[in-house]
C-alpha cells in the first residue's frame, strides 16, 4: 500500500484481507453485526441501531460512539449503503452523499472457504482528522499517514477477530 504523500483531499484508502475457514455465510453474519463491532476494536466502543432499524439493510443506519487518545471520544451516525449478503456490507460515516470516509467488507468464496477484505477511504467530507489538519497544514501527509497505518493495524486485528469466531 502506497501512502506516502496521502493528502486527505485524495481520498486515501487502506485495504486489509484474510481467507477463513468458513463459508462465506457464516461470515456475513458477522461482519454484518455492526453490535459486535466493539468486541474487535479498540476505538469503536459501542454501536446501535437507530431510525426503527434492527439489522442491515440499505439505508439502515447505526450510531457509534468512538474513543481516540489524541482525538478524546465523539459518535457518528452510519448509513449502510451496500448490502448483498454473503458478498459486501458497506456504510457511509456521517452525510452518504459526503461521507467523512467509507467502509467496506467483501466477501468471496474461495479455498474451500471465504476470501475477507475490509477497505477503507477518507473523505470526501470532513471528519475529527480535517481539525487537526486545520491546525497543522505542514503536517496534513504525516497525519494521513499515521491515521491511515492506525486503521490498518485496527483493521488487521478485526479480521483476526472474525477469522477465530467464524472457524470456532
Known amino acids: 500500500m502506497e501512502w506516502t504523500g496521502a493528502r ?3 481520498g486515501p484508502t487502506v485495504e486489509v ?61 452510519s448509513t449502510v449503503v451496500a448490502c448483498e449478503p454473503g458478498r459486501v456490507f458497506s456504510w457511509a460515516v456521517g452525510d452518504p452523499d459526503e461521507p467523512s470516509a467509507v467502509w467496506r467488507f467483501g466477501l ?3 479455498n474451500g472457504g471465504t476470501e475477507l477484505s475490509q477497505w477503507m477511504r477518507m473523505g470526501p467530507g470532513r471528519s475529527g482528522l480535517s481539525f487537526a489538519i486545520d491546525a497543522m497544514p505542514e503536517k496534513e501527509q504525516k497525519i494521513v499517514f499515521v491515521r491511515l497505518r492506525e486503521f490498518e493495524r485496527g ?12 472457524e470456532a
Open 8 to 10: 486527505y483531499a485524495d
Open 17 to 77: 484481507s484474510t481467507w477463513i475457514a468458513a463459508p462465506p455465510g457464516r461470515v456475513w453474519a458477522l461482519v454484518s453485526d455492526v453490535t459486535r463491532m466493539p468486541e474487535m476494536s479498540e476505538e469503536l466502543q459501542s454501536v446501535r441501531w437507530v431510525d426503527g432499524a434492527t439489522g442491515p439493510a440499505v439505508g439502515a443506519r447505526f450510531v457509534g460512539r468512538n474513543k481516540h487518545e489524541a482525538f478524546g471520544e465523539w459518535e457518528t451516525t
Open 108 to 110: 468471496a468464496p474461495g
Open 155 to 166: 483493521m488487521t486485528s478485526a479480521l483476526e477477530h472474525i477469522r477465530q469466531w467464524a
